[in-house]
């Protein structure tokens, strides 16, 4: 089955920069498009970035010019390199395979003030 794993997530401080991983297995990765979302405490899921097969990518206004998301077809893992990170971009993110519609668990990232 279609399985998606994100990693990469822990605490820093603002300023601070992270890289998330999501890989996957159980899935033909080259042909689907990938996402990145995040849901902050008591606020809807929400959309970070996106990539297509094809390498094409799409940003949320709150995070161009900070976040870049790239993939990796032989290791089949997704990217979202997050730098300048401030207190509200503390949320749980999720990656998601645009083509098989499916979801990984999460991982947490929180950012000090």
Do not use: H
Request: glycine fraction near 12%; aromatic fraction near 10%.
């Amino acid at each position: 089955q279609v399985q998606l794993v994100e990693s990469g997530g822990g605490l820093v401080q603002a300023g601070g920069s992270l890289r998330l991983s999501c890989t996957t297995s159980g899935m033909i990765f080259s042909i689907s498009g990938m996402a990145w979302y995040r849901q902050a405490p008591g606020k809807q899921r929400e959309l970070v970035a996106t990539i297509t097969s094809g390498g094409s990518t799409i940003y949320a206004d709150s995070v161009k010019g900070r976040f870049t998301i790239s993939r990796d077809n032989a290791k089949n893992t997704v990217y979202l390199q997050m730098n300048s990170l401030k207190p509200e971009d503390t949320a749980v993110y999720y990656c998601k395979s645009v083509w098989y519609n499916t979801w990984g668990r999460g991982t947490q990232v929180t950012v000090s003030s």
